[in-house]
């Protein structure tokens, strides 16, 4: 079975700055991984997503992820935060085969003028 | 876009009461989804289905049932309705050739009084 754990709840981030959202899975082959964003009220919006091939994927928005296999993480990152990055986001595994995504508990962020 | 809808998009009911949620879709994806989502929990997986007629439980799916009778519909139902069923509820679809990718509809607020 398949897990993914998120760290931090709530991240704050000045405009302007870097954007890291923390991500680490479980996995006993190899996964699929994927970022979603929710913006209030909305349902969720695919950011990027990783399958195989390239380890750094970019997405949506200016946001990028680095899979790295030996620290079993797929952290989100963005050099440079804008206002219309407040949102909550989330990670999500599965793998190969199976239709299925388990999701992380999601990250709030937010960010400071 | 997905051309996902679901409806009611709110819904307040008394416990005890049934209710039925609808998602529609209308891109004739094989792959159709529920979830809830709670604070705390992030996203998970009440039901799923294949296939008209084929369907399977997820990691939630107690107090629930799931009917699809045609490619374009999948209901939830809460055959009596219970106030730790107060969620947001999201249905999803799957893409074939984009594995595990999944969209999602805009959501329905629930309250279980």
Redesign the interface.
């Known amino acids: 079975a398949q897990s993914v754990t ?1 760290l931090g ?1 709530h991240v704050s981030v000045s405009e302007g700055a870097l954007v890291l959202l923390r991500c680490n899975y479980s996995s006993s082959v190899p996964p ?1 991984l ?1 970022w ?1 964003v929710q913006y209030p ?6 950011l990027l ?1 990783y ?1 195989t091939g390239a380890t750094l994927v970019k997405g949506i928005n200016g946001f990028e992820a680095e899979f790295k296999k030996s620290e079993t993480s797929f952290h989100l990152t963005k050099p440079s935060a804008h206002m219309s990055d407040a949102a909550e986001y ?1 990670c999500a595994v ?3 085969g ?9 990250t709030r962020l937010t960010i400071i003028p | 876009d997905a051309g996902i809808t679901q409806s009611p998009r709110h819904k307040v009911t008394e416990t005890g009461t049934p209710v039925t949620l609808r998602c529609h879709q209308t891109e004739n994806h094989r792959y159709m989804y529920w979830y809830r989502q709670d604070p705390g929990h992030g996203l998970r997986l009440i039901h799923y289905s294949y296939g008209v007629k084929d369907t399977d439980k997820g990691e939630v799916s107690d107090g629930y049932s799931v009917s699809r009778s045609k490619t374009e519909d999948f209901l939830l139902t809460l055959e009596s309705a219970t106030s730790s069923q107060t969620s947001v509820y999201f249905c999803a679809i799957s893409v074939q050739g984009r594995p595990n990718e999944q969209f999602f509809g805009p959501g329905t607020r629930l309250t279980v009084l």
């Open positions: 998120q709840s699929y994927f979603y009220n909305q349902g969720l919006q695919l997503k399958t989330f599965s793998l190969f199976n239709e299925k995504l388990t999701f992380g508990t999601g």
